[in-house]
């Protein structure tokens, strides 16, 4: 039985992912896995199994904040459907085939990457914003989507799809910074790219969720609580506080220096990654 004191942790915990999301705008996984990745070496979970265990488990927590994002901009009409169609079964396939490569990945070196890689989002992060430049015309959603299978040949889109998928599932995340940049680079306007990304990060979610639990199925018995290499107490406490926390976060970041804060969430992925990579190794 799941003693009261990781309950009281796994709410705490999705609570503070879950305001951090609404209020910056951002994946929990940067918070979830290093944080996780502790606590589960504190319940006994080995160094060779313990980040498959955090990794799988924070993608099943981001399918929760995935459908939420959906329905939301689904409502914003933001979310370009073509878009959706082409990219989402690359991605599911990309997502699908890293989670059946990680169970072969030494954990030291699957620890670098991902330590490596949330530095690069917290250097995103800190890096000061261009100027915005002059309004260009606004095109029709129709022209946009003609312009991209133009400008773009559709089996590029499916390989950087693809690739997404790779990367999310290995650092888990519902692809928003590699989805969001990619299809502003293809001329589409920045609210339907966020939109469109928020569809595609369900699938990742959903996939990712899957092959976790699949490929870590035939591994010996992580600990009792858990199926395949997701924590199912932790999985329901933290999707939980985080779906009630995450309209709390929206509200303040109208009222708090965001940019400011988004500085702070930089330095502190910096500093949990590094600590996560210091328990492993």
């Given amino acids: 039985m799941l003693e009261l004191e990781w309950v009281i942790t796994f ?10 999301a609404g ?3 951002v994946g929990g996984g940067g918070i979830l896995v290093p944080i996780l990745t502790v606590i589960f070496l504190k319940q006994g979970v080995v160094v060779d199994q313990v980040l498959h265990l955090a990794l799988g488990t924070s993608m099943a927590c981001i399918i929760i904040t995935s459908f939420a ?3 939301a901009q689904h409502k914003k009409q933001t979310v370009i459907w073509n878009i959706v169609k082409v990219m989402s079964l690359p991605i599911i396939i990309g997502t699908l085939f890293a989670t059946f490569l990680v169970p072969f990945l030494n954990v030291l070196y699957l620890a670098i990457f991902f330590t490596l890689f949330m530095l690069m989002v917290a250097l995103k992060l800190l890096k000061k914003p261009k100027p915005k430049p002059k309004p260009k015309p606004k095109l029709k959603l129709k022209t946009e989507i003609e312009m991209l299978r133009v400008k773009s040949k559709k089996s590029g889109m499916i390989i950087y799809a693809f690739i997404i998928g790779v990367i999310s599932a290995l650092v888990s995340i519902g692809g928003g910074s590699l989805t969001v940049p990619y299809l502003v680079s293809r001329n589409i306007a920045i609210k339907q790219a966020i939109g469109t990304s928020a569809a595609i990060g369900l699938p990742i979610a959903l996939a990712g969720t899957l092959g976790y639990l699949i490929n870590g199925w ?34 303040a970041s109208h009222n708090l220096p965001v940019n400011l804060l988004k500085k702070l969430f930089a330095v502190l992925l910096i500093i949990m990654s590094v600590k996560m990579l210091l328990s492993i190794i």
């Fill in 69 to 71: 994002s959906l329905r």
């Fill in 11 to 20: 709410l705490v915990l999705g609570s503070v992912v879950g305001f951090v």
């Fill in 218 to 251: 035939f591994v010996s018995v992580i600990t009792a609580d858990t199926i395949g290499f997701v924590n199912i107490p932790a999985f329901i406490f933290i999707s939980l506080s985080s779906f009630l926390s995450a309209p709390l976060g929206v509200k």
């Fill in 23 to 25: 209020l910056l705008g």
